[in-house]
């Protein structure tokens, strides 16, 4: 019994290749033991799969996977050595898989039952309430990278582009343009504590923590844009804002709704209360000529390109609008003119 306590312990709390898991100690266990001769690793994923279809669980085949794997050893089901498929699980493990599938079934997302999860092939700490990166804002930085092969004056100086991003959370967004552009700098903000210190974990496990400067900042609040012209200006502005439409809010999912910082989705009555602040922030900050590249919500394309024109002392052109994978327009690139000017 004292074995089985320690290797419990082991698989709840160390290092891991997902950096152990993270979390409250055990309150109770599911309904759900599976019988006794379900013993392998494949029979597993059918025994949890059925129940997280019978419960109404989102992905329930990907989410048994996931976590089973996760308590293997590796990131993903496919990439288990095919012994471990047939293999039988000792005890520890059988205990650790039915306590992280208990969660599952209160709807936490998987991403937070295991604590981390890749980004642009970068392995990430996640952790509640810190928004997770979906894969839409991976199509933005692979936007963005495209663009800055293809426009070379997209990213500004050839030493490497300095970059704002706006709303950092996780530190996705900032951490994967660090990764491929080995000589840029970021200027990463939010105004949320828990996400500060999560883009902290993640630049100093990354190893990127000295070309990023990560600054507690509101951009809402009136002047905030001061604080970051002493490090400016800045040749590309990137951001992922809150742009759900407050009515929208309640019907979020259940993993949504119950788990991540509304802060970080809530964009107010037409979902625009942030992104016309960065809007109205970018002509202080940027170069000329200097770009803007967003991701927002699939009714927001219209309404920014109406903002816009309405604000013409800003100088900001919407010049492209880009659809994601499932063909709604999602990403905005908005470029700063010429004939702006960045204060002294």
């Known amino acids: 019994m004292e074995l089985w306590s320690r290797m419990l312990w082991t698989l709840l709390s160390g290092p891991g290749r997902r950096g152990g898991i993270q979390g409250r100690a055990f309150s109770s266990w599911p309904p759900h033991p599976p019988p006794a001769e379900l013993v392998s690793a494949t029979e597993l994923v059918r025994h949890w799969t059925a129940i997280f279809e019978e419960r109404g669980i989102p992905e329930a085949q990907e989410s048994s996977e996931y976590i089973i794997a996760h308590v293997l050893g590796a990131k993903t089901f496919q990439s288990l050595k095919p012994a471990l498929w047939t293999q039988p699980l000792n005890a520890g493990q059988l205990q650790c898989i039915q306590e992280l599938n ?32 979906r894969p839409e804002t991976e199509e933005l930085v692979e936007w963005v990278l495209e663009e800055a092969a293809q426009q ?11 970059i704002l991003e706006v709303g950092c959370g996780s530190g996705a967004i900032s951490l994967g343009l660090l990764s491929h552009f080995p000589q840029s700098r970021v200027i990463a903000v939010d105004k ?39 490090w400016g200006p800045m ?32 964009g107010g009555e037409e979902g625009m209360d942030v992104i016309t602040h960065i809007l109205a922030l970018a002509p202080q900050l940027l170069k000329n000529s200097g770009s803007i590249f967003l991701e927002v919500e699939p009714r927001h394309p219209e309404l920014v390109g109406s903002w816009l024109g309405s604000q013409p002392d800003l100088y900001l052109e919407l010049v492209a609008v880009r659809r994601d994978f499932c063909g709604r327009p999602r990403f905005l690139h908005v470029r700063k003119s010429q004939a702006a000017q960045v204060p002294d």
């Open 102 to 133: 208990s969660r599952r079934l209160q709807r936490m997302p998987i991403q937070y039952i295991l604590g981390e999860w890749d980004f642009q092939g970068l392995s990430l700490k996640m952790a509640p309430p810190v928004f997770i990166p």
């Open 192 to 230: 949320e504590e828990a996400a500060i210190s999560l883009t902290h974990e993640n630049a100093r496990r990354l190893r990127l923590q000295d070309r990023i400067r990560i600054v507690h900042l509101d951009v809402t609040l009136e002047g905030s844009w001061a604080h970051l012209l002493p």
């Open 152 to 162: 070379p004056h997209v990213v500004g100086a050839q030493g490497g582009p300095l």
């Open 235 to 266: 040749d590309l502005i990137v951001s992922n804002p809150p742009y759900v439409f407050h009515q929208d809010m309640e019907q979020l999912a259940p993993e949504i709704h119950r788990y991540e910082d509304p802060v970080a989705l809530d």
